[in-house]
């Protein structure tokens, strides 16, 4: 019952920013956990960062604490990624992703996926 889609990806310099979008449909959306995780090809889902249904908490993966914002404005029913001084390693497909209520930063725990956007970082 939420859908979700992502957007804002593209390619940037090593250095550069940019700024993905979540949008979602369905009830209650200021419950919902939400976050952001990626993807490379052959590895497994990565945590990149969480925010709480009322955006009081939030957590981040080591490796983007301090360039990457996660936000969230419940009256549009949307989510944000902030993505600055973004190195080629940052390179991947970004997903946004949705659960109820108890916080987890496992992707395995997550219910509802977008349907990601790449980002690619060329150095």
């Known amino acids: 019952q939420v859908q979700l889609v992502e957007s804002g990806g593209g390619l940037v310099q090593a250095g550069g920013s940019l700024r993905l979008s979540c949008a979602a449909s369905g009830r209650t959306f200021s419950t919902l956990v939400l976050a952001w995780f990626r993807q490379v090809p052959g590895k497994e889902r990565e945590f990149v960062a969480a925010?709480?249904?009322?955006?009081?908490?939030?957590s981040y993966a080591d490796s983007v604490k301090g360039r990457f914002t996660i936000s969230r404005d419940n009256a549009k029913n949307t989510m944000y990624l902030q993505m600055n001084s973004l190195k080629p390693e940052d390179t991947a497909v970004y997903y946004c992703?949705?659960?109820?209520?108890?916080?987890?930063?496992?992707?395995?725990?997550?219910?509802?996926w977008g349907q990601g956007t790449q980002v690619t970082v060329s150095s």
């Open positions: 925010i709480s249904g009322r955006g009081s908490t939030t």
């Open positions: 992703a949705a659960k109820s209520s108890v916080w987890s930063t496992n992707y395995k725990q997550y219910n509802y």
